[in-house]
């Protein structure tokens, strides 16, 4: 059987002086490797506003983990209110992602993050969203725990995801 691997890479910096982590990649193969999971084993998905979504979240959920010094499990879930999608993202360790689309009450409006660390314990958290943006939710969560760690965070900028607001149905987009 011949498969083809959608492998995206990204690579972390450390900028001293300010003491910040800045991690760069390209979510394309990953997008590309979705698309191709989807056409292997025929699975249509009739919205292509929350397809979109969903790959916002790929990207994003993914940059997030790869941004940590240490690996973990991860488990997006994200209802919208007003919407009739859910997502769902999950990665693992090794950087393996997955996702789909969910049917959702439209009258909820919430994320729900479950992470584990090598040898630690499941931690869940959950929070009302602001906004329809999968990027805006992954921001708030990091917000969100910043705001645990360290009560007077205000003082700490909000953690920015810079991520292209558009994709692309054209292959050609992957060719270099």
């Known amino acids: 059987m011949k498969t083809n691997i959608h492998l995206a890479h990204y690579l972390r910096y450390h900028w001293e002086r300010p003491s910040l982590i800045v991690v760069t990649g390209d979510v394309w193969e990953i ?8 056409q292997r084993y025929k699975i249509t998905e009739a919205d ?9 979240l790929f990207a994003a959920a993914g940059l997030a983990a790869v941004s940590l010094p240490e690996a973990e499990w991860w488990g997006w879930s994200i209802t919208f209110q007003q919407l009739s999608a859910g997502l769902f993202c999950g990665i693992e360790p090794e950087g393996m992602v997955c996702g789909t689309v969910l049917k959702s009450d439209p ?9 584990q660390g090598k040898k630690s314990p499941v931690t869940q958290s959950h929070f009302s969203l602001m906004t329809h943006d999968p990027i805006e939710a992954v921001e708030r969560y ?9 009560p007077d965070s205000y003082f700490y900028e909000r953690p920015r995801l810079q991520i292209p607001t ?3 149905e054209d292959e050609s987009i992957y060719q270099p």
């Open 166 to 168: 558009y994709w692309q």
């Open 107 to 115: 009258s909820r409006n919430l994320m729900v993050v479950q992470r």
């Open 48 to 56: 292509k506003e929350a397809i979109a979504m969903l790959k916002r």
């Open 31 to 38: 997008w590309k490797g979705y698309n191709a999971y989807c």
């Open 142 to 150: 990091f917000e969100e725990a910043l705001q645990n760690v360290y």
